[in-house]
């Protein structure tokens, strides 16, 4: 018996030019005609953001190309946190399985079938959580099309509903529990700053739901699967979204070719997690670079107008 392909979730909100661009990679993706859409819609949260999520409202209505399109309009703003934890539970109970996409997200024409495959592949496997459609750019040399480690990724997402039970956003009782070798862990080995924005959460200064999906694999032991080469570019990294800064360093050309290969060995992949950290590395090393070099020029400038 052929298997149903997984519903897809798009939360959008008030980009339309991004969730138009979304939408389209989506229509080319092969298995779009044989795949359920469900869009939801965030409303305003004051008079500024009301023309632009009419547009991205207006829009959403000629969506076509999919096996059905379902919109879920909210009547009030429950922002990014709450949409995305009250949707992604909401379609993962009725379907069991569940691709997760935000409206900043172009993917190749080969996600659908990447990401429908790797649910497939790992369905009975309780210790893979979460499937990424999108990896950092790193060197491939000596990689195989796909790696298992212990870092979520949510730039194009899939999971199963099995799994996503377990998710806690609890950041009281992670700040309580955990000792300081297990977030220096959880940041990647002092690559990045994940545990701040537990913080955040905490002191109410930040509402997030990602970081929690990841700690609630990384507290479960759970494993997540990234492609080698990405099938998600993010075109969001320009300063337009709600939660998201202006770098498109993480960005990298989409993959063009159907993946057959998932890593069958449910261990971390030792060797991609030190590219991950070497590119990390890098990346910071020149964040510093560039940081000093603003500062240095900043204080030639002080300098030259005491003179």
């Not at 290969?261 to 991950?276: G, I, Q, R, T």
């Amino acid at each position: 018996m052929k298997e149903d392909k997984a519903p897809i979730v798009l939360f959008v909100y008030n980009r339309p030019w991004h969730t138009q661009q979304t939408v389209e990679a989506l229509q080319r993706n092969q298995l779009a005609s044989q795949s359920e859409l469900f869009i939801y819609s965030d409303a305003p949260k004051n008079e500024e953001t009301k023309p632009q999520v009419k547009q991205v409202r207006d829009y959403i209505k000629t969506v076509s190309g999919f096996k059905t399109v379902t919109i879920i309009e909210r009547d009030k703003n429950w922002g990014l946190a709450e949409n995305i934890i009250d949707g992604v539970t909401e379609i993962v109970n009725m379907y069991g399985r569940i691709i997760v996409l935000e409206d900043d997200l172009v993917t190749s024409p080969y996600f659908l079938n990447f990401m429908n495959d790797a649910l497939s592949f790992y369905n009975n496997e309780d210790k893979v959580w979460h499937i990424s459609g999108w990896n950092y750019p790193i060197d491939s040399e000596g990689l195989d099309s796909t790696f298992l480690w212990h870092v979520m990724n949510c730039w194009g997402w899939a999971t199963w509903r099995d799994r996503w039970r377990g998710f806690i956003k609890n950041p009281e009782q992670l700040i309580a529990s955990w000792d300081k070798d297990k977030v220096y862990e959880f940041n990647l080995y002092g690559k990045q700053d994940f545990w701040s924005q537990v913080q955040a959460n905490s002191n109410g200064s930040l509402n997030t739901w990602a970081v929690f999906w990841y700690s609630s694999i990384f507290q479960n032991g759970g494993l997540c699967l990234n492609p080698v080469k990405t099938y998600v570019e993010n075109i969001g990294l320009d300063g337009s979204g709600e939660n998201c800064g202006n770098n498109n360093e993480l960005n990298s050309r989409l993959s063009d070719v159907i993946c057959s290969d998932f890593e069958s060995c449910l261990f971390e992949n030792e060797n991609a997690l030190a590219k991950v950290l070497q590119l990390l590395d890098e990346l910071n090393s020149k964040s510093i670079r560039c940081f000093l070099s603003r500062a240095s020029k900043g204080f030639k400038r002080v300098i030259k107008g005491l003179k």
